[in-house]
T-cell receptor
Framework: DSGVTQTPKHLITATGQRVTLRCSPR?????VYWYQQSLDQGLQFLIQ???????AKGNILERFSAQQFPDLHSELNLSSLELGDSALYFC?????????????FGEGSRLTVL | GEDVEQSLFLSVREGDSSVINCTYT??????LYWYKQEPGAGLQLLTY?????DMKQDQRLTVLLNKKDKHLSLRIADTQTGDSAIYFC???????????FGKGTHLIIQP
C-alpha cells in the first residue's frame, strides 16, 4: 500500500460526458502528479501540483483540467469525453524535499468511454 | 525533448536471469529509476540509481548505468513467476520534479 488513494477504481461513461477523478496523496506529501496510461502511448505525464499551485504541465488536453485543494487532495476533470480518452489514470505523490524524487503511485482509476 | 526508450517485451525461462534495457536522451538526468507494475496495480519503485554511480545491487536486482551511452539496465537474477510484470524505466532531469517514463517492458516468465 503506497498511501496514495484514488477513486473511483473503475468508471464507465459515454462519449461527450464529463467525469472527475479524485486523489488523496500520502500524508505530508505536498506534490501531486497525474499520469495517463494507455496501450499505445505508455505512461504520459499530464500535470503536477505543489501545495495547491500548478507546478508543471505535460501532455494534458484542453478538455482536461485539474486542481489541488487546501487539504492537498487533487481532482482531475475530464470533459467532452472521447473514445480515445479510455485509459488508466494514475495519481502519484512525492516526498517534499526529497533528493531522490521518488514518486508513490495510487492504484489508478480505469476509465472506459463507450 | 526528453525521451526514454525500452523494448516492449522480454521472455525468459524461470530460474534464468532477466536483463531489461533502457536508453534515455536527457544528459542532465540526475536519478534513474526502475518501477514495477503488477496486473491491476499501480507502479511501485523497485530501485533507483544516482547518475554518478555505475552500478547498484540490491538482493536479486542489479542496476547498471552507462552514462556516456545513456543506457540503463536492470538485471533480475533467478527470475521467478512472481517477477512477471511490466517494468518501467524513468528518469528525473536536474531541476525538474516529475519523472519521464518509458513505455514499459512486459516481462514474461516461461516455466
Amino acid at each position: 500500500d503506497s498511501g496514495v488513494t484514488q477513486t473511483p477504481k473503475h468508471l464507465i461513461t459515454a462519449t461527450g460526458q464529463r467525469v472527475t477523478l479524485r486523489c488523496s496523496p500520502r500524508s505530508g506529501d505536498l506534490s501531486v502528479y497525474w499520469y495517463q496510461q494507455s496501450l499505445d502511448q505508455g505512461l504520459q505525464f499530464l500535470i503536477q501540483y505543489y501545495n495547491g499551485e500548478e507546478r508543471a504541465k505535460g501532455n494534458i488536453l484542453e478538455r482536461f483540467s485539474a486542481q489541488q485543494f487546501p487539504d492537498l487532495h487533487s481532482e482531475l476533470n475530464l470533459s467532452s469525453l472521447e473514445l480515445g480518452d479510455s485509459a488508466l489514470y494514475f495519481c502519484a505523490s512525492s516526498v517534499t524535499g526529497s533528493d531522490t524524487g521518488e514518486l508513490f503511485f495510487g492504484e489508478g482509476s480505469r476509465l472506459t468511454v463507450l | 525533448g526528453e525521451d526514454v526508450e525500452q523494448s516492449l517485451f522480454l521472455s525468459v525461462r524461470e530460474g534464468d536471469s532477466s536483463v531489461i534495457n533502457c536508453t534515455y536522451t536527457d544528459s542532465s538526468s540526475t536519478y534513474l529509476y526502475w518501477y514495477k507494475q503488477e496486473p491491476g496495480a499501480g507502479l511501485q519503485l523497485l530501485t533507483y540509481i544516482f547518475s554518478n554511480m555505475d552500478m547498484k545491487q540490491d538482493q536479486r536486482l542489479t542496476v547498471l548505468l552507462n552514462k556516456k551511452d545513456k543506457h540503463l539496465s536492470l538485471r533480475i537474477a533467478d527470475t521467478q513467476t512472481g517477477d512477471s510484470a511490466i517494468y518501467f524505466c524513468a528518469e528525473r532531469s536536474g531541476g525538474a520534479d516529475g519523472l519521464t517514463f518509458g513505455k514499459g517492458t512486459h516481462l514474461i516468465i516461461q516455466p
